[in-house]
């Protein structure tokens, strides 16, 4: 426990008021993780809380459900929580009502999961009336109380199983389980910022592709594009499984592949290999042989990622760096340098590695008979890459010797022609015509400029 907490929870115990860690950062010290958040539930009301801890400072976060926010020394925040129970949950979010209670068992009880519903102070011990800490050990996933109650309380929490089950590679007790697929009519009634909020923590967690698999109904029901690649069989010796389980294998290789490194698999790169093959099921063509083809579905899938992203209120500057991967995850890479630097001109250091670990992650999901040509492309021009990275070549307008002010000094006004002449000289240095120095850069742009003045 950090000492702010500990500090806070001796202050308030002091003072007569009961205190504790509560939620997540219980469930994951349990477990041997780091917690990200330390909350605090008490007995005190906020002005009792704010009393007490008078040389702090509070911010008040959300008095109406008895919540403050405190600050240590350090600046490090501690939201501090009185013990409630809730009442009706009329927009299927926050409680209508709350009533302050003195017993920390009571306000367990309100909390979604059982692996949430946990206390501990140094005095007491572990506080667990619901069974979390055997839950944990089992790995298992359950509501606290009636399952129904607590989805119908707050139906995003439906979400919230399937996305801890990707993060912790749980499974959703079946009574749970049942409750959520009775229940998932009540999404349409979540925002879709909070849906795409829970979705996008669910794509990038460790074991996604198989709380996915095992819970693809929920999928369905948010992103139904989903569906239509469950059974599109790939009748080819390519492919040994349909798109929706290719897919799921490729997401799932983000985590285990080493061909190229882990950390390149950020998390635009998950969310792109969810979305990657989205355009085969309208693509899809079978030659005299029965054999399948999906020609042009890369761009395909870009758009419908697109229109899925948006509903899903994601950011545009995630839905751009996300559909740009998707439109050329089959792109072909050719081990030379002058592939590696046009690629880099066109994509930028960190998006082609990118396209380079979904190209693993995605050819290690084909059937081996694709795996030669990730060998003999791929990894070749992964390590030229490396090589023309070192060498700190131009690869965008930004990295060139000259700039738009140096062509002005040449006499040319301003204007579209700037443009153009930093383009074609750009072109040159990638292509190694040019050294990326200016002296050189100028005599080129002179030189051009002569060219077209003759053709008038």
Not at 7 to 35: F, N, T, W
Not at 139 to 165: Q, S
Not at 319 to 335: N, R, S, W
Request: with cysteine; aromatic share 8%; charged share 25%.
């Amino acid at each position: 426990m950090p000492s702010g907490a500990a500090d806070i929870l001796v202050q308030l115990h002091r003072h007569g008021e009961k205190a504790y860690v509560v939620g997540g950062c219980v469930r994951d010290s349990l477990m041997g993780r780091d917690p990200h958040d330390w909350d605090i539930c008490t007995s005190a009301r906020p002005g009792r809380v704010k009393e007490i801890l008078e040389g702090y400072r509070i911010i008040d976060t959300g008095l109406k459900h008895g919540t403050v926010t405190v600050l240590d020394k350090t600046g490090a925040p501690y939201e501090v929580t009185t013990f409630r129970v809730d009442g009706l949950y009329s927009d299927g979010r926050r409680p209508d009502s709350v009533a302050f209670v003195r017993c920390v068992s009571e306000d367990l009880a309100r909390r979604d999961f059982t692996i949430n519903a946990m206390a501990y102070n140094d005095a007491e011990g572990l506080v667990d009336p619901y069974g979390g800490k055997s839950d944990l050990q089992q790995k298992k996933i359950f509501c606290v109380g009636n399952p129904f109650t607590r989805f119908g309380e707050d139906a995003l929490r439906i979400l919230r199983a399937v996305r801890f089950a990707a993060q912790l590679d749980f499974t959703i007790g079946q009574e749970t389980k049942d409750a959520m697929c009775r229940l998932l009519g009540m999404l349409d009634g979540i925002s879709a910022e909070r849906i795409g909020a829970e979705f996008r923590k669910m794509i990038c967690a460790p074991y996604a592709a198989k709380a996915i698999r095992m819970n693809r109904d929920v999928l369905y029901k948010i992103v139904p594009e989903l569906k239509l690649l469950d059974g599109c069989k790939q009748h080819n010796k390519y492919h040994k499984e349909d798109v929706f389980c290719h897919t799921i294998t490729a997401l799932a290789n983000a985590e285990s592949c080493d061909r190229f490194p882990k950390e390149w698999a950020d998390d635009p790169v998950r969310i792109a290999l969810f979305f990657h093959d989205f355009g085969k099921p309208a693509c899809k063509t079978a030659d005299e042989n029965g054999n399948d083809h999906f020609y042009g579905h890369a761009p395909v899938g870009a758009e419908i990622a697109g229109q899925v992203m948006r509903r899903l209120r994601f950011s545009n500057h995630e839905i751009e760096t996300v559909t740009q991967l998707i439109a050329h995850h089959d792109l072909e890479f050719a081990p030379t340098r002058a592939c590696a630097r046009r690629m880099l001109n066109k994509f930028g250091p960190e998006q082609l590695r990118r396209l380079l670990k979904i190209r693993e992650c995605d050819n290690r999901a084909h059937a081996v008979a694709a795996h030669q040509r990730f060998e003999e492309q791929a990894v070749p021009f992964a390590a030229m890459l490396n090589e023309v990275l070192a060498e700190q070549p131009a690869f965008s307008l930004r990295n060139l010797a000259i700039n738009g002010s140096d062509i002005i000094a040449l006499g040319i006004r301003p204007g579209p022609i700037i443009g153009s002449l930093l383009t074609e000289t750009l072109d040159a240095v990638v292509e190694e015509i040019l050294p990326n120095e200016k002296e050189a850069l100028v005599k080129f742009v002179q030189e051009t400029l002569a060219k077209l003045a003759n053709r008038f």
